[in-house]
């Protein structure tokens, strides 16, 4: 197996991983919003941005980090140095994890409001753990096996899902029988929720340890026969702290600006439009937790493909190895796009249905419909600014993907405090901003690239051609739908089973176009789909199908 080919292979494992993990994390989503509603899901989500913030820039950003430091060794057998970089970095972990950790528990009164405080508290010990898990993924990821990282966000997720649904569950139970109100009981639900979150990090943490145990002799070996120069421990952190402050700094800019819109919404609509809290935090539940987690739900796939290749491209960077790092970022992004854009037309055209298959909580369902039609969009512009974020870290304009998150959240925020005040919008204000700062960032970055590296892409096959095969493909989808919706609701009185099964059939329909559509217009050739994961047993289905011509 070529190099190039193996890379695309590891994305691919890593980029299944990712995909199924979102399938677990989307499917416990409905009976956890069962138990502890909207209202729930709003402390939840406001808990969870300031946990997220901290930890992005804590420890988030470490496997990233590390794979871009450790690769370079590793490129030139520095194993001995790899390793102590390896040991740098779980140092620097737990003095910042707990540095963090510390700051979020004692500091929740100062961060959210109400009954997000305990939630909160409860995600703080999180942070400290996720520290050694991060480095324990960089490291393999720089190794470029893909294989660990992948199993470990699977368990990860799974034990997540069934703690977070057990957690909240019994919680809810003891909320009821001490006699609390709707807001105590959501409350309860949320720090169920957490500890979910906290028990799936704890078992990645195990599982990583047991895998790089099973390793060590190996490592052993590698580490006593490098007969290079040893990096000083001070040069060391040294090296860690220039690499990963510009990439934290990036990474916790691009993705502060749901935490400031939610901290924003909640203060603008509470004190200014004086909407009572639990109504304000039920809407940001509505947004956050139906809306924005199924919009996000193709976007595993790019970060996935961002986490893949940025070692990859900092060896042939370094390396000035040129065409085989164009080669591999337009392969990337073809790949993306092809995912990417018809995500975004499937969840526009089959909104509703999607959010009742998924929420079926008649009362907010045609609210989070629209909300999640406006974010689909979002789905294309934020799947090419992950993976162009990871492209200008890779070669080394680590600063620029940083500048270009300020500027899109500096404009965003104007934007979202003038709607917020002059107009009713509501959620709704969210969903534009968040809109605008995904087009801004996916414009900022591509010139960047492009200015960068000097590279042409083929306009035609990149964007037109996915496009106009994905608007058909919702058309199809969408009338479908439509037509076995109203058959099976003649035949059968069963609301959510018709919506299912006619969902379901509009689905496959839809994929089937679109395969016809990219093969018949030459937007994809045979040549193409055999270099991508899976590629040949891909076109043999495409040919049996009659899809594709022999």
Do not use: W
């Not at 907010?364 to 406006?374: C, D, I, N, R, Y």
């Not at 200008?392 to 934007?415: D, S």
């Amino acid at each position: 197996m070529s190099k190039k080919k193996s890379i695309i292979v590891q994305g691919s494992i890593l980029a299944t991983a990712g995909f199924i993990s979102r399938i677990i994390g989307l499917l416990y989503q409905a009976p956890l919003t069962g138990i502890i509603g909207d209202e729930g899901n709003g402390y939840y989500s406001t808990a969870y941005q300031i946990y997220s913030i901290v930890l992005l820039i804590s420890s988030y950003s470490i496997p990233s980090a590390m794979s871009k430091i450790i690769s370079q060794r590793l490129a030139v057998h520095e194993y001995r140095n790899a390793q102590r970089i390896f040991h740098c970095a779980l140092i620097y972990v737990f003095v910042v994890g707990g540095v963090g950790t510390l700051f979020v528990f004692f500091g929740a009164p100062l961060l959210v409001d109400g009954y997000s405080i305990p939630v909160l508290r409860f995600f703080a010990p999180i942070i400290f753990i996720f520290g050694p898990l991060g480095v324990l993924r960089g490291y393999f990821q720089a190794h470029r096996t893909m294989v660990p990282t992948s199993v470990s966000q699977l368990v990860e997720q799974f034990l997540n899902a069934f703690v977070s649904v057990g957690a909240a569950y019994f919680l809810v139970k003891l909320a009821i029988s001490r006699n609390g109100d709707e807001s105590v009981k959501a409350m309860y639900g949320a720090i169920g929720s957490a500890l979910g979150t906290g028990s799936g990090v704890v078992i990645a943490l195990l599982f990583m340890l047991f895998v790089y145990n099973i390793n060590r002799d190996s490592i052993k070996r590698k580490v006593i026969h490098d007969k290079h120069e040893d990096l000083g421990y001070r040069e060391i952190f040294i090296l860690l702290i220039m690499i990963v402050t510009p990439i934290v700094l990036s990474t916790a800019i691009y993705n502060f600006s749901n935490t400031l819109n939610y901290t924003l919404f909640s203060k603008i609509m509470t004190y200014s439009k004086e909407i009572p809290h639990n109504e304000v935090v039920t809407r940001l539940g509505v947004y956050s937790r139906k809306a924005l987690v199924i919009s996000n739900f193709p976007t595993s796939i790019a970060a996935a493909a961002a986490a893949t290749i940025m070692p990859s491209i900092s060896t042939y960077y370094a390396q000035k190895n040129y065409d085989s790092t164009e080669q591999m970022i337009k392969k990337v992004y073809r790949m993306i796009n092809m995912i990417a854009i018809p995500s975004a037309v499937g969840l526009f055209a089959l909104a509703d249905p999607i959010i009742m298959l998924m929420f079926p909580q008649k009362s907010t369902l045609h609210e989070a419909g629209v909300l999640m039609q406006m974010l689909a969009i979002t789905v294309v512009f934020y799947s090419i600014s992950t993976v162009s974020n990871a492209i200008l870290q890779g070669i080394g304009r680590v600063n620029i993907p940083a500048i270009n998150a300020a500027i899109a959240l500096v404009i965003q925020t104007v934007l979202l405090v003038v709607m917020l005040l002059y107009t009713d919008l509501g959620n709704k204000a969210l969903a534009i901003v968040t809109i605008v700062y995904s087009f801004l960032m996916c414009v900022l970055n591509e010139h960047a690239v492009s200015k960068t590296l000097d590279m042409k892409y083929d306009i035609m096959k990149m964007y037109i051609i996915p496009t106009g095969a994905s608007i058909a493909m919702g058309g199809v989808a969408f009338g479908i739908y439509k037509l076995f919706s109203m058959l099976l609701g003649m035949a059968m009185n069963r609301e959510y089973f018709v919506n299912l099964i006619s969902v379901a059939i509009a689905i496959f329909t839809g994929v089937i176009v679109y395969a016809i559509g990219m093969v018949r217009t030459k937007g994809v050739t045979e040549t193409e789909l055999l270099g991508f994961p899976k590629g040949t047993k891909l076109v043999r289905i495409l040919k049996k199908t009659h899809i594709m011509k022999n």
